[in-house]
């Protein structure tokens, strides 16, 4: 499937402007915090603050799918939400202009079934409640609560081929450490797709028992 220009998404010049470290991966977006609590050879073991995600699924194939997920919710995040004041006790909903929101990092992939979930995480100065409330009602927000995560880097393109390489060996060490996963792989790209390939951080990630 291809998307049509009309539908790109035209990145504010602030975004663009600190688009170009990231050539070279340097990263400037706000990233979820986190604790290291161990490292185990390749397998850093993770302990993630409460984080907002804004996340919207989409079918078909992996490159597809990543494409179309993506310009909808940088749609979100450049404007195309509702930023609403409410009052206490009273009426009506006053709704303010759609406003823009920072870029964060990673992008979230996640396979469900026969369509990928693709995720933004939310600057952490908003709430669930406090966040700008998506116009596209495909588009979900969703709190993360505290969680450990097994997470496993590995550079280059995110291609599925890639991906799948990642998972492999995270699962692989998942039974040989005997830790049990509590939730599906999801992979984090951290870099656009214009960075070179040998800067890019990306990540497969999966929930453990404690």
Known sequence: ???NESDNVKLPLKEML???PGIFGIRLDEEPKYTLIRKEGSVEIRRYAPTLIAQVSVAGDHEAAVDE???????YIFGENTHEADLAMTAPVYQEQGVQLSMTAPVYHEQQSDAWIISFVISEKFTLQTAPKPVDDSIRLVELPERTIAVLEYSGTNGEEKMRSAEAELRAWLQ??????TSEIRWAQYDPPFAIPFFRKNEAQVEIAE
């Not at 997920?69 to 749609?75: D, E, P, Q, R, V």
């Open 69 to 75: 997920g993506f310009n909808k919710l940088a749609k």
């Open 1 to 3: 499937m291809t998307t």
């Open 18 to 20: 600190k688009g170009i």
């Open 176 to 181: 040989s450490s005997g830790v049990r996963p």
